[in-house]
């Protein structure tokens, strides 16, 4: 399955709050310096930040961290708990005087979930997440799925289970691949991976290998929505890869990163959804950019498995998810089929 993690370099922090009417938590993605990014938002219903300096004509080329937040449009004010945490490690993009880490943010409705509607996410709660994140070999990532982060109060089916934060992650096999008709073949670089997180909190159900996409659980006797539902969704995800792409192609990879949403939920991209996929590049394995071919390749390839990886790392919050109960409701886990 692997995780975000497997990208060398990336790094994956959570904070959450439990009990006493809270239900809700902050996700940081942090980046190493020098990485590009974009960002696709295809929901109808999306609540963001700072997505805008992820255009590819903008000032600023580089991407140091995403924050995905519970609270709704009121949790997008973690963003800056992340972004004081990257600016104490002097990470950011310098002006006279310091540096001002970007810091896209997106987040999903949980509100009143944990039965106080006042309770969500602030920049405290963001600078804790992004203190606690590690990267690979740091902590068991198995800690890092589940109800935990941003996932904390996510629920997906209409409200019927609870979701969570998955992770996943899919290697690109290096050497050679077919060229364009009539061209020779191409030399794909050896160790290109794309990894992935999601936090599902989706109006839609999972579609799992075999199962028919109906949209709605395949099991008889499933809960009704919770009192705390009002069909206020999203999925998030952060797709992450260390092939050396430009923020004009991080934009297309997340573009490309929502069929695999799409695959992974029905229905998806709904006017109550909010569905963002961001699209991060470490930089750290260049391509031969004098041959179209190549270049192509290699973007269709590290494409192709964003999309995958980010519907492998749906799947897996939804079987990370753990049963939580609260003054709001309670919420079982979705009955998934083994993995």
């Not at 004010?77 to 896209?104: D, N, R, T």
Request: proline residues 8%; hydrophobic residues 45%; charged residues 15%.
């Amino acid at each position: 399955m692997g995780s975000l993690l497997d990208v060398p370099g990336m790094r994956v922090g959570h904070a959450q709050r439990v009990g006493d009417g809270w239900l809700t938590g902050v996700t940081a993605v942090l980046a190493p310096p020098g990485s590009a990014g974009g960002v696709d938002v295809r929901g109808g219903g999306p609540g963001t930040s700072e997505t805008d300096a992820l255009d590819p004509s903008t000032l600023a080329q580089n991407v140091d961290g995403v924050a995905l937040c519970g609270g709704s449009a009121y949790g997008l004010a973690a963003a800056a708990g992340v972004q004081l945490f990257l600016e104490s490690e002097g990470q950011g993009f310098g002006v006279f005087g310091g540096v001002v880490p970007i810091v896209p943010a997106a987040v999903i409705f949980d509100l009143g979930r944990g039965g106080d509607f006042s309770k969500r996410p602030d920049a405290a709660m963001g600078y804790e997440a992004a203190a606690a994140a590690v990267s690979a070999g740091q902590a068991d990532d198995g800690a890092l799925r589940g109800c935990v982060g941003a996932g904390t109060g996510a629920v997906l089916a209409r409200g019927r289970f609870k979701g969570g934060v998955g992770m996943a992650s899919v290697a690109i096999p290096g050497g050679p691949v077919p060229g364009p008709p009539g061209g020779p073949e191409v030399v794909l670089p050896e160790g290109l991976v794309v990894g992935a997180l999601a936090v599902v909190n989706a109006a839609g159900a999972p579609v799992f290998p075999g199962e028919s996409p109906l949209g709605e659980p395949a099991v008889t006797g499933a809960p009704a929505p919770s009192s705390a539902d009002r069909s206020l969704n999203t999925t998030l995800a952060v797709v992450a890869t260390n092939a050396a792409l430009t923020p004009a192609e991080c934009k297309r990879t997340a573009t490309a990163a929502h069929a695999g949403l799409a695959r992974a939920l029905n229905p998806a991209h709904t006017l109550v959804d909010g569905d963002t996929v961001f699209a991060l590049s470490t930089g750290a394995i260049g391509m031969d950019r004098s041959r179209d071919a190549e270049r192509i390749a290699v973007l269709m390839s590290v494409q192709i498995a964003a999309a995958e990886a980010v519907r492998l790392a749906i799947l897996d919050g939804v079987r990370s998810a753990t049963a939580v109960s609260t003054p709001a409701g309670t919420w079982e886990p979705y009955p998934a089929p083994p993995a």
